[in-house]
């Protein structure tokens, strides 16, 4: 394991001591998430009783292969704690995620819980948001149009940079799981993170983007010399 696994697993596994019988959990995507997962499984394997929400096909496979108990927002649509990963995070707890393409099944059940945690390894701490591009999920109808909207408003923010259609490892269209395309927009900085997420989501066939902001109430962030608590975990 490389030691930025072994510190997004340190992470994990202390977010997993915040989990206790008949929790209802939403179980983040990515790497970092993963572990968290496997913790639950384990849990679960021990007879802890949980229901749980995956916010991606990925994680729900993974759920399903260690008998971890599953529901949907439909049937609970309150949940009490979800545990995710980020691509980045500020001083103020705002987030960019996204990076695996789960973002809005992210954002919808991170919304829905009473807490999200964030666990991340500390590569992913920042001063200033915006050295990871950030995704967009947008609809595929009217792409062009669309992107030309959110140039307009990165360049107003004084972003510089492009928005990129997301491809996957064959060199398609990388298709969400909602059936959705990815604009990844690099940028170097982002400035006024609230301004930009305001103007984000007054373009129509945008759907949602990676800027999570008051949604984290802390991060459990990660290093080889041990674990740090950003905000308050309870
Ligand atoms: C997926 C996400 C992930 O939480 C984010 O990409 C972090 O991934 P990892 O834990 O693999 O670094 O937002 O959409």
Same mark, same amino acid.
């Given at each position: ?18 989990v ?19 913790f ?10 949980? *229901? ?17 108990? *599953?529901?949907? *927002?439909?049937?609970?649509p309150?949940?009490? *704690? ?11 707890l ?18 829905a $819980? ?5 666990i ?6 920042? $001063? ?13 109808f009217g792409?062009?149009?669309?992107k ?5 408003v ?7 940079? $492009? ?17 959705h ?26 759907v ?27």
């Amino acid at each position: 394991m490389s030691s930025a696994d072994e510190a997004k697993r340190k992470a994990a596994a202390k977010a997993a001591e915040l989990v206790t019988s008949g929790m209802r959990l939403g179980l983040g995507t990515g790497s970092t998430a993963k572990h968290f997962v496997d913790f639950i499984g384990e849990k679960v394997k021990s007879g802890m009783d949980l *229901l749980c929400v995956p916010t991606s096909e990925q994680t729900r496979q993974q759920a399903l292969s260690l008998g971890i108990k *599953l529901t949907t *927002l439909d049937e609970t649509p309150e949940l009490d *704690l979800t545990i995710d990963g980020a691509d980045e995070f500020d001083p103020s707890l705002r987030l960019i995620k996204g990076g695996g393409g789960a973002l809005l099944r992210e954002k919808i059940v991170a919304a829905a $819980s009473k807490r999200m945690i964030v666990i991340a390894d500390r590569s992913k701490q920042v $001063s200033v948001l915006g050295q990871f591009p950030l995704p967009i999920e947008v609809i595929p109808f009217g792409l062009e149009a669309t992107k030309r909207r959110i140039q307009k408003v990165i360049s107003a923010v004084g972003m510089r940079g $492009s928005p990129k259609l997301r491809l996957n490892a064959k060199g398609e269209t990388f298709i969400t799981d909602e059936g959705h395309y990815i604009l990844d927009c690099p940028s170097g900085s982002i400035a006024y993170p609230d301004a930009l997420a305001n103007g984000l989501q007054n373009i129509p066939g945008v759907v949602e983007h990676g800027l999570f902001i008051g949604l984290a109430k802390a991060i459990i962030v990660a290093d080889p010399n041990g674990v740090d608590i950003i905000g308050e975990l309870g």
